[in-house]
């Protein structure tokens, strides 16, 4: 009985040594004193599906593979330029055709390989090869590329295109190495040149990366990124409450005032690059009709929407491009309220009645608010909520069947962007718009490196969107990050695509 | 008993055919398809008509179908279009932790539940069973979302007893098991009481207690195995719906389990993903009804004698006799 009590004891004392431990929190120390974690972990809505930059092009993918990849040029959006990252410089042809570039030649890949320009041909050709949504970026622009030697490439275009540099600025351009891949086609795209090596990716549910300790553009305290899944917004922010994620990345709107009264949080909000807009199907319908899409330009009370599909964490959008996509401008103004033009324009129009297509709750609420005030000027607004693949394909421009709909472009910062809205064919030209002098002004923004000229086709684009109402832009999207504090070393990008490269947290 | 097992085995057959037939006609029925999910919006007409080469979409969804079921005969359930990862391979990543979640949901409805039904029962119309049944409609009647929310506000942020989400160990299951579980003992407490009241009733216990056997053992040894049964079909059917995926606790608790993979690729029309999915669902489902009907067996033992070749022929023998 004795001899139990005593093993008893013992063991009971065992267990409390080992689970008196402090909180287990790894640290590493950069200059003598900051105390920094070993391990971050990112809390993201929008799940991972690949490690392959070169299979897919949207922001959740683009964030991880800032971190593993490098392309050939960066974006700086602080300053509007680009920047050297695998290339050292480059130059164009006179003809505005060929753009050659040298490139750097201490860079080695993750598997140890050295990096060349036939690492370049190779990912390029992969590219254009895959047809993936990167390929769209690639097929048709590019023509050819060549290897002038280890370290000069040439790549040649189908036309002019003075935006292709953003392009290589894009992580769908990343340079991926030839032998990792032909050694396992699902893994082998995850090797690059980057900061990190994803380790482990299970789909829908955490990427998994450890810093790369030969890296050739610098080093960071921090030793592990974890990219997790939350797809439940109040259960993302309650991991960052609790300590289990560092960030949380797109918390719910309605959150905002719980982030900003908690000590332990920071809220840091982001100009958004992303336009929410109402689109009438101009090529048939009720949306074919001028007057029809100024009376609801004209009836729309913006700020009420805002507020109540944003819960007000939106900002007004005068124009139907990037805020800070190359070419803005709104010196034409804003749809200011007025329900007696609204009317007269609608007495002219043979429809008093249009189907507004929706695919989320924030696009509803916006409908439903759009409906109350078209019900002023006697216009009949009907909405319908369907899925997003269903919306897709009803309102894709070739066989178009939706009437209008609200729906969210996220913006980049080239000029040429604004093709994918207002290019003919494209199916992110949700008004179907077959316009001759749109498409004449596009090529003009895209064929010359005169900005003054480039400046005023897309001013006139974007004052021809003012005058017919093609798109009815309502207001950029609320985007917001929220972290613990002392998270520090990202670079928040308007479009989404935020640079965790140089991510840090101090304990 | 070999030849029922074998027989409820090849009865899996024409059910597996019915669900792909099903899952795959629905899933091209809905609008949209793979093809502008993989190129996305900006796409040429060249790429656009390549991929639906490469997919069979420019073919009939019977060739499609058809090419499906040549391939599952071979037990190849194909490849993600999105992943291109082998469907098996994405569904067995995810399988164990549905099956965790699903049994430590069963098992919390368990505990739960027999002790709740059976003191129902023996005290039936007192305050207990009143209470019981008020407990047992609250857990039917909340939404395992809000209820998982809560339980992550309470017992995770304002606690730190358990982490709030994602798949981590043994701790990380005991939030969203508690979450389905209690819809799960609604149903288990509802079930056990009626089933518990009906052998209460019968003579034998009666007997039983003449010859002075204890109320415990009367209740315990004598009525619940004879009320069992009905219970036990009743855990199978929740294990089996637990198996197949909680999606909104999945989603709450940000749980990598079947459910979630399942609607995440419908919404993304990734048919291989979705109807290999379903097809291993089935038959995991029907093997653990499988598993619940020999369990009967050895609960009962005169049921044992109906699945055996001998039962059979001593039950055609009486039946020609008479």
Known sequence: MKKSIIIILSLMLVSAMAFAGGSGEKSS?????VKYKESIVLG???????GDPQSINNMQHNRIFKCSHNTLVSYNSATSSYEPELATSWQWSDDLLSLTLKLRDDVTFQNGEK???????????????????????FVGVLDHVEVIDDYTVKLVLVSKNVDWLDTLALPLASIVNKKAIEADSLKGPWVGTGMWIITDLEEGDFVHMVKNENYWGGTTPTKELTFRYIPEESARLIALQNGEIDVCIGPADTEVEYIKSDKNLVLIEIPSATCCYFSFNTSKGPGSDENLRLALAYCINYEDVIFGAS???GTRAVSNWGPVTFGYYDGFGDYKRDLDLAKQYLAKSAYKEILISVRDDERMRAAQIIQANAREIGLTVNIEKIEAAALTAKSAFKTAEHESMIYTLGWNSYGDDASRAYGVGSNTNKATLSDDRVMELLEIGRSTTDETARKAAYAEIQTLNHEHGWYLPLYYTGLSVATRVGVSGVIWEGHQSHDYQNIVATI | MHRYIIKRILLLIPVIIGVSFMIYFIMDLAPGNIITQLVGEDATEEQIEALKHEYGYDR??????GKYMLGLLHGDLGNSYITKKPVWDMYITRLPKTLWLALGASVVAILLSIPLGIASAVRSGSLIDNSCMVLALLGLSMPNFWLGLLLIIEFSLNLGWFPSGGYSGFTSVILPAITIGTGHMAVMTRTTRSSMIDVIRQDYLRTARAKGVSENKVITKHAFR???????????DQLAIGIGGAVLTETVFAWPGVGRLIIDYVHQRDVPVVTGAIIITTLITGIVHLVVDLLYAVVDPRIKGKYSRKGTKRIKVRKEAA
Request: negative net charge; aromatic residues 12%; glycine residues 10%.
């Open chain 2, 226 to 236: 004879n009320a069992f049964i009905p219970i036990l079909t009743i855990i199978g």
């Open chain 1, 29 to 33: 120390t950069s200059g003598g004193e």
């Open chain 2, 60 to 65: 009939s969804v019977f060739y499609r179908y």
């Open chain 1, 311 to 313: 819960n007000g964490t």
């Open chain 1, 115 to 137: 990096f060349t320009a036939a690492d370049v041909k190779y990912s390029y050709e992969r590219i254009m090869d895959m047809n993936s949504t990167a390929s769209s970026k």
């Open chain 1, 44 to 50: 993201d809505g929008s799940q991972i599906t690949t």
